[in-house]
């Protein structure tokens, strides 16, 4: 009632009824009779009747498939997507989708099925610290998914899902809790493998990316802004594959959907038609007006690393040059007066960059004499060679270029788990964010 606006005209009584104001005359001319027309009266019959046979006779020979369509409608589900702030009624197409049986007789399953095949392998992961007070209270600091890859309690996520937790907790899908440990987690992935103590756990099967192609079924399954929604399913297609994001300053290649991930599906699953998890859920793109755009990585990238990490407790056999660096652009160029290239903040120790003689301020402006600019640059050639290879760095070291020749060495995990050979800093602008 407070927008509501009136005015004491409104609900004034009057003691005489008003008359009529005649300050205004409005002249309305005569209408002209119009002359009867039979003929174009035929006509118009005509042509219903005309429109109306035509629809018939089609209705009668497409009746028959409009039939079949409506009863896979209806045995299969009508389900409703949510697009921005506009709520509305789809039909799920996932129903009409011919996917073929596989190569190896693979038969694809309905979206029903893999609900209930899939479903209860993915569990909800909460991400508790400790704040250090008065009362030294341990806390949520966020939460996510995970999948169930063996019966007695392995457990793939992300690796920002548990980044930083004294406390992990784990909430399978009948509501039951256990808390897990960290077998290990990569950053350069953002995979992390994590168990609890249990067994006889429901588990999904970790199918190929590979030969997934654009336009195949995606159903995305996990816990969306927390516990409260756990278990939810959407659906869509594969979108795009072997897609290069930038996030945090870390690069990832991924697979694109446009089922729905939000915050808190990170660490879920992205499943195929055969009820096969095909990448874990992970980054969503957010900006203004923009829907539909939800990463995984994928699953062929994820498996030796899972290996790994439940083996060696880290990714074996990754070379390392042992630095922190920052890019220096060609506006900090300008600025410092100094080439544009890789600018050394700090060294590991005992690292192959430190033995071979390179030094904080240094600014590495090639690599095995390939001009570089960026870390990921650096990355790239670097991941080209294995541990024990030797890369030549050319710095520009007080005005001068010196040609350095390093030694890789292997990367494992540092003590604080927090630190990468990448320069620091989240990418401005880039409107892509880890689903936490």
């Known amino acids: 009632m407070d927008e509501y606006k009136w005015y004491p005209d409104d609900y004034q009584m009057h003691s005489q009824p008003r008359q009529p104001d005649k300050s205004m005359i409005v002249y309305q001319p005569p209408r002209k009779q119009r002359k009867s027309r039979p ?76 609900a209930r095949q899939v479903g209860p392998a993915v569990v909800g992961i909460i991400n508790k610290t400790q704040v250090n007070g008065f009362l030294n209270q341990t806390v949520d600091q966020g939460s996510g998914s995970g999948i169930i890859i063996s019966a007695d309690g392995y457990i793939v996520t992300n690796n920002h899902v548990v980044e930083g937790a004294s406390e992990v907790k784990v909430i399978l899908s009948n509501k ?23 067994s006889a756990l429901p588990t999904a099967v970790l199918g190929n990316s590979s030969g997934v192609q654009v336009g195949e079924l995606a159903v995305a399954i996990g816990n969306p802004l927390g516990q409260e929604l756990a278990g939810s399913l959407t659906t869509g297609i594969i979108s795009a594959v072997n897609r290069t994001i930038a996030v945090d300053n870390q690069e990832y290649t991924l697979l694109q959907t446009d089922a729905a991930i939000n915050p808190g599906n990170s660490g879920g699953a992205l499943v195929n038609a055969y009820g096969e998890v095909i990448g874990i859920n992970s980054v969503k793109m957010a900006a203004n007006g923009v829907e539909g755009l939800g990463f995984a990585i994928p699953s062929d990238i994820a498996k030796p690393v899972i290996n790994d990490l439940i083996e060696h407790g880290y990714v074996q056999g990754r070379p390392l040059i042992g630095l922190v660096g920052r890019n220096i652009t060609a506006d900090m160029s300008r600025y410092y007066k100094m080439p544009e290239g890789i600018y050394v903040i700090e060294l590991e120790p005992f690292s192959g960059a430190e033995l071979g003689g390179i030094k904080p301020g240094d600014v590495i402006v090639k690599c095995n004499g390939t001009a570089i600019k960026t870390v990921n640059e650096l990355n790239a050639i670097r991941d080209q060679h294995k541990a024990g290879d030797t890369v030549t760095l050319t710095v520009s070291r007080n005005g001068s270029e010196t040609d350095i020749p390093v030694k890789l060495t292997e990367e494992k995990p540092a003590a604080d788990n927090g630190r990468s050979n990448n320069s620091g800093g989240r990418l401005p602008g880039n409107g892509f964010y880890f689903n936490r």
């Open 39 to 114: 003929w174009l009266v035929a006509m118009v019959t005509a042509l219903i009747t005309s429109l109306v046979c035509t629809g018939a006779f089609t209705a009668f020979l497409f009746t028959p498939v409009l039939q079949n369509q409506i009863g896979k409608l209806a045995s299969g589900s009508a389900i409703i997507y949510r697009d921005g702030s506009d709520m509305r009624n789809k039909v799920d197409v996932s129903g009409l989708i011919n996917q073929p049986v596989s190569a190896d007789g693979k038969t694809p399953l309905s979206v029903v099925d893999i």
């Open 176 to 198: 039951e809790e256990y808390s897990a440990r960290l077998i290990g987690a990569d950053l350069r992935t953002d995979i992390a493998v994590i168990k609890i103590e249990a």
